[in-house]
């Protein structure tokens, strides 16, 4: 049986754990953990591409056109992001979910969030694996990777409800053969 509990770092603080509001409702509703700002994306965009162009000058703009890069790799669109910071919100939600072995949880915005709101999760929709609970790099605590699509920086406070999580059942292949352990947090899953 699935379960949701605070993680640690927010073991002493008033937080709402994920909840259904209505009996036939399929997703949790997860809470902001802490106050937060989601930039405007054409801001980070902006900042990203000045970042990038930085050690460029116009008299080498014009002289060799090339010079301004548009294409990256993804290690280097990584470095640029690392560099720059300019990246998806994190948005904490203080909250880890044990799960059983054959299932994970979903994330997705919550319908308003884009109408009203425009906000959008980066990654479409999250997937958090069982094996991401309680792990040592940040003990599981879910994050919703949030973009803000309007032209101004968006404040998010304790209690908004971002998101929500629904628990699913997946299938493996018969070939399957998969024995990696996850040995740390968001993203770790990767080669």
């Not at 958090?128 to 309007?150: K, R, T, V």
Request: charged share 25%.
């Amino acid at each position: 049986m699935a379960k949701f509990e605070k993680v640690k770092r927010f073991a002493d603080q008033d937080i709402t754990l994920p909840e259904r509001k209505t009996e036939r409702s399929a997703g949790y509703d997860f809470e902001v953990a802490e106050d937060i700002i989601v930039p405007s994306h054409s801001n980070l965009y902006e900042y990203l591409q000045n970042e990038a162009t930085k050690n460029v000058s116009l008299t080498d703009l014009l002289l060799d056109p090339s010079k301004l890069k548009t294409v990256y790799t993804l290690s280097e669109m990584a470095d640029l992001t690392k560099l720059t910071k300019a990246k998806p919100t994190l948005v904490p939600t203080g909250v880890k979910c044990k799960l059983e072995s054959d299932t994970y949880l979903e994330l997705s915005v919550r319908s308003s969030c884009p109408l009203k709101y425009w906000l959008i999760l980066a990654n479409g929709v999250g997937i958090i694996d069982a094996d991401y609970y309680s792990n040592p790099d940040n003990d599981g605590e879910i994050f919703f990777q949030m973009i803000n699509l309007s032209p101004y920086d968006i404040q998010l406070k304790k209690g908004d409800i971002i998101g929500q999580g629904i628990i699913k059942p997946y299938l493996k292949t018969e070939d399957d053969a998969a024995q990696g352990d996850r040995l740390g947090g968001f993203g770790s899953t990767s080669v």
